[in-house]
């Protein structure tokens, strides 16, 4: 558990998440947020407010488009979560891209280009001189 968070808060960000998922798919009906997907949903403890992560299909070319979705849907998407979760005042909802893939891809073609450096340094250093 993350610290600080309280475990109806991780509870409640693992139902909204579900909840968001739900929702796009089957209902929203934006083009800018199809085939969105949410990674994680993060709520302060007092439940006031959710951070919402998401990764678009076309990765970071799909960020500004979303984001544009994201705030024409956010109202929707917000009743509906109240009305889901049966909670009085639904937490308001921030959408943010979340890069952690491309940079883990990033970060994995970085390391795989330096082991080819190695391996070419060292074969260039086993070839034989005269």
Do not use: C, W
Request: aromatic letters at 6%.
């Amino acid at each position: 558990m993350k610290q600080g968070y309280s475990p109806r808060a991780l509870k409640i960000s693992e139902q909204i998440q579900r909840e968001l998922a739900q929702m796009l798919s089957l209902e929203v009906r934006d083009p800018r947020v199809k085939g969105v997907t949410i990674t994680q949903v993060e709520v302060t403890a007092d439940l006031s407010h959710a951070k919402v992560l998401y990764v678009h299909p076309r990765g970071f070319d799909g960020e500004a488009e979303a984001d544009l979705g994201f705030k024409s849907v956010n109202g929707f998407l917000r009743h509906g979560i109240a009305e889901r979760l049966s909670i009085f005042k639904a937490p308001s909802l921030r959408f943010s891209y979340d890069r952690t893939f491309e940079e883990g891809t990033r970060l994995s073609a970085l390391i795989d280009a330096a082991r080819n450096d190695d391996r070419r340094v060292i074969k260039d250093d086993e070839t034989p001189t005269n």
